[in-house]
């Protein structure tokens, strides 16, 4: 039986509120199109007019598409809105890594919403973690994120304005150049990768992450290839084949653990699907060949996880699946009670996955100046507002 993605708070716009062409699929465009009077022989060529402006030149005003008649733009002003979601806050670390902290509108969720997005810059690549949930239901022990319950899902326009968002602010559409002292690859795109690895599981709002991820990948959109999207899951062993059937794009897994009872405690959803069905899973893949390797991510926690025993299992585990293992030295977050492997520990470790034939990269640790690790930027957020609160209402008491 296939996994029910829970749907968490409305989604729909609210009485009064236009809704945003950011997100709508080609059809849902015309559709759209054709609800405001558009002549359905036009509603096509329009469809597309819109697209290459949203996606190929990041139009954020109606005004700016000039090859869209006065007439038209006007009805569209008056029946739509290019949304983005709003900065909070802008933190850049020394090393060039990029957090936003965006708010979206509470569409049900009681007020205003806020998730992160992650940008790092590398020679060669600009990556993108993106959020898919406000919140978190899996409650990863060791993942930040899992201490900030669920408050719903993100829409396909939140999840596509994140991607625009990064864009805007990077100065990545043609013609407009990235703003002084941005750390970004030297050629290229910059934002050249998109990995569905911020807050939230994917899986679990599968409908929204797919519409927006086919956005992503469309040639005439923003036109990432499949092979530049990554979708990383916890496990959600239903989900994925449909993953890969009807979205196509690369696969992670958050193994973090060789043994059932290790797993259970660091990623509970491990209870459901144990190790074995997950790894079932992923043989099953569809496209998994040498070409198109599934990413096994692996957080290395000293004392827990990173014995030469646990690495000797980890290749005995993946025999048979084309497999990369990204090595990830965990970056401690206020509260919790994990370490750091040593360093020669993690090289260790990584010598002996890569013997066997995995590469087995170490995960440069990027942006730890500014909490880049998920959910630590609006949990300090946070924490400052009850802190600010707690103030009022004590000079308030004292008065």
């Not at 992450?209 to 040639?219: C, R």
């Not at 990027?366 to 209402?393: P, Y």
Request: proline share 6%; aromatic share 6%; with cysteine.
């Amino acid at each position: 039986m296939l996994e029910k993605t829970p749907i968490i708070g409305d989604v729909t716009p609210r009485p009064g509120e236009l809704p945003s062409l950011v997100g709508m699929s080609r059809d849902q465009l015309a559709a759209a199109l054709t609800g405001i009077g558009i002549p359905e022989r036009q509603t096509r060529m329009r469809a597309a007019q819109l697209w290459h402006w949203l996606y190929i030149r990041g139009a954020t005003d109606f005004e700016a598409m000039t090859n869209v008649s006065k007439d038209l733009r006007a009805e569209l002003v008056r029946h739509f809105v290019l949304s983005r979601p709003e900065i909070v806050t802008e933190q850049v670390s020394d090393d060039g890594t990029r957090k936003w902290l965006l708010r979206f509108p509470s569409r049900g969720a009681g007020r205003p919403v806020e998730i992160e997005t992650v940008y790092i810059p590398e020679e060669g690549r600009g990556t993108l973690c993106v959020s898919s949930q406000v919140g978190c239901t899996l409650s990863c022990s060791f993942c930040h994120t899992g201490t900030q319950k669920l408050v719903r899902n993100l829409t396909p326009e939140e999840i596509v304005g994140q991607i625009l968002i990064a864009r805007d602010r990077l100065g990545d559409y043609p013609g407009k150049g990235a703003e002084e002292g941005t750390a970004a690859p030297s050629t290229g795109r910059l934002v050249s990768n998109v990995v569905m690895m911020g807050m939230g599981e994917p899986l679990y709002n599968f409908d929204h992450v797919k519409s927006a991820l086919l956005i992503a990948a469309d040639g005439d959109g923003i036109g990432l290839s499949r092979r530049r999207i990554t979708l990383s899951t916890s496990g959600v062993v239903p989900m994925i084949p449909r993953a890969g059937e009807e979205i196509g794009v690369m696969l992670a897994i958050s193994l973090h653990a060789v043994r059932d009872e290790l797993r259970d405690e660091l990623v509970p959803l491990n209870r459901k699907y144990p190790i074995a069905e997950l790894l079932a899973a992923c043989r099953a893949y569809p496209g998994l060949s040498n070409a198109r390797r599934i990413t096994f991510e692996y957080v290395m926690l000293k004392g827990i996880n990173d014995s030469l025993a646990d690495a000797r299992e980890l290749v005995r585990l993946l025999a048979g699946i084309p497999a990369k293992i990204n090595l990830i030295p965990f970056n401690p977050w206020p509260g919790t009670d994990y370490e750091c492997s040593d360093w020669e520990e993690i090289e260790r470790f990584a010598d002996l996955v890569n013997r066997a034939g995995y590469a087995s990269p170490i995960r440069t640790p990027r942006g730890r100046d500014i909490l880049a690790a998920c959910g630590q930027l609006k949990s300090e957020s946070e924490r400052l507002r009850i802190r600010e609160r707690m103030a009022l209402e004590a000079m308030i008491g004292a008065d």
